[in-house]
């Protein structure tokens, strides 16, 4: 099962609303949902709260060490609880995906993100789980640390809810440990409903009928 449950961000006012701390929201959103209340704690160098399910008890972090030192807080705290990295979902905002979408997947590479490269480097590992939630992409690289810093558009924002939403509806399915089942939620985006088809245009009547009222009756010499 997922033991520890860590949102990437940056802390401060300044940054609350920005696109980087998209994995803070669902997180938080996390322990709203368990009924849990994320308080400061030094020796985890972040905000944390430990949250009893029906399948044992969970943690939630949200490191206060900056992006690119989360790993000093997600090492401390799974060390000490002897959490393995295979039992921790690390939810971070994803260039790659556009707002509305996200992936979840175990392992791999860290795509540039300093808040992954950080949590590996610290436990020595990349088997930790990984919630990637979209953020879309400014479309030119040298934009992106303003891009990532800077708050979504209205629409934007509302779209990245939604799946913050939409993917908390797979926290069970995550504590249990049924990562298939997760996955399979999660990857699962409802289609946006089809608008109603246009009526279609009045054929006209046929030719030698009067006004199209007289069916198949011959004209009248």
């Known amino acids: 099962m997922i033991r520890l449950l860590v949102g990437l961000g940056n802390p401060g006012a300044e940054y609350e609303g920005t696109r980087h701390n998209a994995g803070f929201w669902w997180v938080e959103a996390a322990a709203r949902k368990l009924g849990a209340a994320l308080q400061p704690q030094r020796q985890w160098y972040g905000l944390a709260a430990r949250a009893a399910t029906a399948h044992g008890p969970v943690w939630l972090l949200l490191p206060m060490t900056y992006m690119n030192l989360s790993g000093k807080a997600v090492a401390a705290l799974a060390r000490f609880y002897k959490i393995a990295p295979e039992e921790i979902l690390v939810v971070h905002d994803e260039l790659d995906l556009p707002p509305g979408e996200a992936k979840i997947k175990q392992g791999g590479g860290t795509a540039g993100h300093n808040g992954l490269k950080d949590i590996h480097a610290?436990?020595?590992?990349?088997?930790?789980?990984?919630?990637?939630?979209?953020?879309?992409?400014?479309?030119?690289?040298?934009?992106?640390?303003?891009?990532?810093?800077?708050?979504?558009?209205?629409?934007?924002?509302?779209?990245?809810?939604?799946?913050?939403?939409?993917?908390?509806?797979?926290?069970?399915?995550?504590?249990?440990?049924?990562?298939?089942?997760?996955?399979?939620?999660?990857?699962?985006?409802?289609?946006?409903?089809?608008?109603?088809?246009?009526?279609?245009?009045?054929?006209?009547?046929?030719?030698?009928?009067?006004?199209?009222?007289?069916?198949?009756?011959?004209?009248?010499?």
Do not use: C, N
């Open 122 to 221: 610290q436990l020595g590992s990349a088997a930790f789980w990984r919630l990637r939630l979209g953020i879309g992409h400014p479309g030119v690289r040298a934009e992106v640390v303003d891009y990532v810093l800077r708050r979504p558009a209205p629409d934007q924002r509302e779209a990245i809810e939604q799946t913050v939403a939409r993917t908390l509806g797979a926290l069970d399915a995550l504590l249990a440990g049924d990562m298939a089942a997760a996955t399979q939620q999660i990857h699962t985006r409802k289609p946006p409903r089809p608008k109603p088809p246009r009526p279609a245009p009045a054929a006209p009547p046929p030719a030698g009928t009067a006004g199209g009222l007289g069916g198949d009756t011959e004209p009248t010499p």
